[in-house]
């Protein structure tokens, strides 16, 4: 099993930037994609961005494209969502999340979520 833990959320300025962590632990980390999504109040979560157990494939939503970055970091078993030029409708609770396969991600099905942190952006 694999526990998630995310941290580096917080309340900041548009335009500003922020990077979240994602510290996990459990069995084969370094064989799982990983993600992260977001779930703002009142709307539906919403898939933001996933990185392969290798790091080599990437995928981003097309609303954060050129603003966030994902990466990871298998030796210290954490992933990152890099997060810049920050606007009030990221504001949002980030989940990061884990699967057991490249699909699990990309189709949104991840196996393992953890907690969240909350971002919140003013204008």
């Known amino acids: 099993q694999v526990q998630l833990v995310e941290s580096g959320g917080g309340l900041v300025q548009a335009g500003d930037s922020l990077r979240l962590s994602c510290a996990a632990s459990?069995?084969?980390?370094?064989?799982?994609?990983m993600g992260w999504f977001r779930q703002a109040p009142g709307k539906e979560r919403e898939f933001v961005a996933a990185i392969s157990w290798s790091g080599g494939s990437r995928n981003l939503a097309d609303s954060v494209k050129g603003r966030f970055t994902i990466s990871r970091d298998n030796a210290k078993n954490t992933v990152y969502l890099q997060m810049n030029s920050l606007k009030p409708e990221d504001t949002a609770v980030y989940y990061c999340?884990?699967?057991?396969?490249?699909?699990?991600?990309?189709?949104?099905?991840?196996?393992?979520w953890g907690q969240g942190t909350q971002v919140t952006v003013s204008s």
């Open positions: 459990g069995r084969s980390f370094s064989t799982y994609a």
């Open positions: 999340t884990a699967g057991d396969t490249w699909m699990r991600i990309t189709t949104q099905r991840p196996n393992y």
